[in-house]
C-alpha cells in the first residue's frame, strides 16, 4: 500500500491564482481530512469527509473548497490564493470503528508559497 | 468548540532523562485522546493513543496518562535517545464528532547526546 499520497509537494503561486492540492488514499478508509500547519503551530482542520460526496467544514475553511467523488481522492481547491495561505498542507485518512476512535495517517504533505 | 493547550512549547532534555508534556482540553465529551510524533519535514504519526475509559497506557518508552475529571493527559518518555528529538501534537476528539481532532500547538523535544 502507498498509504496516502499528494501532490505537488512544493507549488509556488501569484496572489490571485488558484490551484488544486490531491490527495489519494489505497486503504478503503472512509474518512479523509486536509489540514495547513503553519511555522511553529499546530494542525489546523480545513475540511474533513466522512464519506464519497459528504464533506463538511472544519475550523479554517475560508478560501478553500472540497469535493469527494470517490473513496479514494479529496482534492483541495484554492481560488484566489492570498499570501496568508501560505502554510504547509496535509491530507490524512482515518478509519472510524463505531467506537468512534481512530488512527490518522497523513501524507507527506505539500508546501504552498503564495507571493 | 473543543480547545486543547499543550505545554511546555519547548523541551530540553540530557539523553536518558525522562521528558513530560501536557495537554489540556476544554470539552468534557471527548473521549479520544492521540499523540503524533512529527519529525523535522515530515508527515505527523501516532505513536500512542488513549481513550477517555482507560487512565493509563503504556508501550515500551512512552506512556500517556489521563485525568478526566480535571480535563488533563500527559506523555512521558523515558530514557529518552537523540532519535526522540521531533515535535510532538496532542489531540482530542469525541466520536460523535465525525473523528474530528483539535490539536495542541505543539512541543519541539531536543534530546542532547
Known amino acids: 500500500n502507498a498509504g496516502v499520497t499528494q501532490t505537488p509537494k512544493f507549488r509556488i503561486l501569484k496572489i490571485g491564482q488558484s490551484m488544486t492540492l490531491q490527495c489519494t488514499q489505497d486503504?478503503?478508509?472512509?474518512?479523509m481530512y486536509w489540514y495547513r500547519q503553519d511555522p511553529g503551530m499546530g494542525l489546523k482542520l480545513i475540511y474533513y469527509?466522512?464519506?464519497?460526496?459528504?464533506?463538511d467544514k472544519g475550523e479554517v475553511p475560508n478560501g478553500y473548497n472540497v469535493s469527494r467523488s470517490t473513496t479514494e481522492d479529496f482534492p483541495l481547491r484554492l481560488e484566489l490564493a492570498a499570501p496568508s495561505q501560505t502554510s504547509v498542507y496535509f491530507c490524512?485518512?482515518?478509519?472510524?470503528?463505531?467506537?468512534?476512535?481512530?488512527?490518522?495517517?497523513f501524507g507527506p504533505g505539500t508546501r504552498l508559497t503564495v507571493t | 468548540g473543543e480547545n486543547v493547550e499543550q505545554h511546555p512549547s519547548t523541551l530540553s532534555v540530557q539523553e536518558g532523562d525522562s521528558a513530560v508534556i501536557k495537554c489540556t482540553y476544554s470539552d468534557s465529551a471527548s473521549n479520544y485522546f492521540p499523540w503524533y510524533k512529527q519529525e523535522l519535514g515530515k508527515r505527523p504519526q501516532l505513536i500512542i493513543d488513549i481513550r477517555s475509559n482507560v487512565g493509563e497506557k503504556k508501550d515500551q518508552r512512552i506512556a500517556v496518562t489521563l485525568n478526566k475529571t480535571a480535563k488533563h493527559f500527559s506523555l512521558h518518555i523515558t530514557e529518552t535517545q537523540p532519535e526522540d528529538s521531533a515535535v510532538y501534537f496532542c489531540a482530542a476528539s469525541r466520536d460523535t464528532n465525525a473523528g474530528k481532532s483539535t490539536f495542541g500547538d505543539g512541543t519541539t523535544l531536543t534530546v542532547k547526546p
Open positions: 469527509s466522512v464519506g464519497a460526496g459528504i464533506t
Open positions: 486503504m478503503n478508509h472512509n474518512y
Open positions: 490524512a485518512s482515518s478509519y472510524l470503528w463505531i467506537a468512534g476512535e481512530g488512527e490518522q495517517y
